[in-house]
């Protein structure tokens, strides 16, 4: 099958199978509640609140779905039905990245909506669709290695959970409460420091140092490249060889 | 052995397999550890009754979660139809589970107060809204295979299940005079919070009030969601 016409399909047909198994209404429910807190914060509140907000959840939402889809594709034989189909493993999760983003991509800016009004200058949300795009790829190809040898959803969840409290401890960075040199030796290698930096650039830009946006986007971007080729590889082989 | 501790014995393995129980537990001591050590180094000093209960409150919903997740898994795989020609009561199942994945909050919840010693209140006024917050555990054990198809929808779920107890949160942060301060009574666990705060006012009666409103409203969440089960076990 050509490259791009297997991805497309293999895109429509994940976004049917979200779509039905109520992934866009679940995420519509989150993001209106995001959204009611974004919209009730007092007009002084930091813009870090909103760039700590989007982290929290909507910036990173595909990394639970994507388990979930894969875990039920494999339960439902899926993956050995792919196994036999003349599609490059690259295009499976080519397809996952794109819809998943494209979800992450829907909440997060309806959430920028909600927090700055529908005025937000365009500079502002050129930032934002920067930064969760970047984040929300990450997200996706990270639950994508997480899920590759997990044996059930459970077993997902249980090597997420030390992953999602390492990951939300920059958090105490971008709250300032470690600060200065001490930030960069505990959390410098932390992608979720990165992406913290990444989304507070969008949301306050005059926060961040040019360096530390190149910095956000450099590790962010080389994640995502060593990301995608070890779901590729982990992914490959299993669609090589698909397990029951 | 009777067939129902066989299978919470099967649970047991089935959560040790797959390093949930290991993950779990560590990362729990791991959060009450931290937290001690920086409430003696006199951090975040005016904040810690609020830490406490968003502490209390973010767990709850997830211990639920994994619990729910092993019927999902047997509804899933078709184990459940086979547990159901089998001498196995299925909805003794289910409560076991509830019971097990409850007790190990409660007493996690009481533990946690204990070590950190953020909430200086008697044990018999800890007893309501803690019962309360462990009734959310419960809601999430059955609520998720109740109304979930599979394993996406169930994520789903929780997500929304999480988010709905994890909102009353917000009501330590709002003024009470906001306008929309009363919208987060739409959530039970709010009035369980409204419950401690009281108590640690020194309003016992108000304590017992809010305490006993949030676990009635707990409970009939957790009877629809008991009845959902039911239905969806006899189909």
Known sequence: MNGMHGLLRLAAWDIRLQARENVYAFTVLTTA???????????????????????????????????????????????SALAVAPIDPRAYIAAKILTLTGLTFAGGIALVFAAYGTSVPLGTLARFVLAIGSTGSLAVLTGLVVVARSRSLNHFIARLFPLTLVVNLPLLAHFDLVRGVWSWILFGLNPGHAMLRALLW????????????????????????????????????ELAHPRA | MSPLVSVIRHDLVNIRRDQIMRNLVGMMILVVAAAAVM?????????????????????????????GMLIVDELDSGVHQAMQVSPVNTSGVALARIAVAVAFVFTYSLAMIAILRTIALPLHMLLLPLTGLALATAWATLTVPAFAKDKVQAFGLFKVVNLSVQVAALGLFVPSDAWYAPLLLSFPATWLVRGLLAFLAEDTTGGVLWSLGGIAYFAVLLAVSAVAFGRKQQR
């Open chain 1, 33 to 79: 509640v995001f959204a009611a807190v974004l919209t009730l914060l007092p007009d002084d509140t930091p813009r870090s609140v909103v760039a700590a907000l989007l982290f929290l959840d909507p910036a990173i939402v595909g990394l639970s779905f994507v388990g979930a889809m894969v875990l039920m594709e494999r339960g439902q034989n899926t993956l």
């Open chain 2, 39 to 67: 409430r003696a180094m006199g951090f975040f000093e005016p904040w810690w009754v609020e830490i406490q209960i968003v502490l209390l409150l973010s767990y709850t919903p997830g211990i639920g979660f994994l619990f």
């Open chain 1, 202 to 237: 969008a949301a306050d830009p005059d926060r961040v140092s040019a360096g530390e946006v190149a910095y956000a986007f450099a590790f962010v971007g080389l994640l995502i490249v060593v990301m995608g080729r070890v779901a590729s590889n982990l992914h490959g082989d």
